[in-house]
């Protein structure tokens, strides 16, 4: 074989400088016409998932605009700006090449409310604050018992120890459907609770300790309650381990 001189070395390796050089400024130039072509101009913006927020609202808190390049937008940024409101849980922007954008949101929905001096907060399941109101959500069952003087809208509520029972009431409670059939909820005192259901039904709760079983049991009681067809008024969880079902007088 013969041996490669050190001049033809220099020569193949200039020549692969050379490419490379050719290459790079050919990625270059591409990249330059791209940026500046109305090919990739924006002229699409998709929202799927929104139920709440507008998709007005979405497009303009994402800070990415009809118009704009696709290939400057900045994706992670938008997503980002999104995570600021209070509804969004989650968010993922796509680019659709060569002009769309896709966001895809997850909502976060109001289970309850609770009510201070002078206006209504609405509140998701994980403790976060969505909106606040002026007046009750009629839809909405009202929970007395939680200090949210100076909260802000996106505030976490579950802050520390003393509210993590609350919470597992309320997590529980929606679990089983059971948090929609309530109108008032008084934790005010953790050791007597009271429920009123939205139809009239009153509960003693008593203490908020072993909330899970005891929200599976009141479970089980209405649906005995409503499977036999009796006029109750009050359920009292409070006297004992075994509840105390008060009917309706004929």
Request: proline share 1%; hydrophobic share 40%; glycine share 6%.
């Amino acid at each position: 074989m013969r041996k490669i001189s050190r001049v033809e070395r220099k020569m193949r390796r200039r020549r692969l400088y050379f490419r490379i050089f050719l290459l790079g400024l050919f990625v270059t130039l591409l990249i330059v016409l791209a940026l500046n072509t109305d090919l990739f101009i924006i002229n699409n913006i998709q929202v799927i998932g929104n139920n709440k927020l507008s998709k007005e609202s979405i497009i303009l808190g994402s800070s990415i605009n009809i118009g704009e390049n696709i290939l400057k937008v900045r994706t992670k940024d938008g997503e980002n700006n999104l995570r600021n409101l209070a509804y969004i849980k989650d968010v993922n922007i796509k680019r659709k090449l060569p002009k769309g954008i896709i966001i895809e949101i997850i909502e976060r929905k109001e289970v309850f409310q609770i009510k201070n001096l002078s206006y209504v907060a609405l509140i998701d399941e994980e403790g976060y604050i969505l909106d606040i109101l002026d007046s009750e959500n009629e839809n909405l069952p009202l929970i007395s018992g939680f200090n949210i003087e100076n909260k802000r809208i996106g505030e976490n509520l579950i802050a520390s120890e003393d509210t993590k029972l609350n919470f597992e009431f309320i997590e529980e409670g929606h679990a089983l459907g059971l948090l929609s059939k309530m109108k008032d909820v008084d934790m005010t005192d953790n050791d007597n609770i009271n429920i009123e259901l939205n139809d009239g039904i009153m509960v003693a709760f008593g203490t908020i300790n072993n909330v899970k079983y005891k929200l599976n049991l009141l479970n089980e009681i209405l649906k005995d309650i409503d499977k036999k067809g009796l006029s109750c008024k009050m359920i009292l969880m409070d006297r004992g381990d075994n509840p105390v079902i008060v009917l309706n007088e004929e």
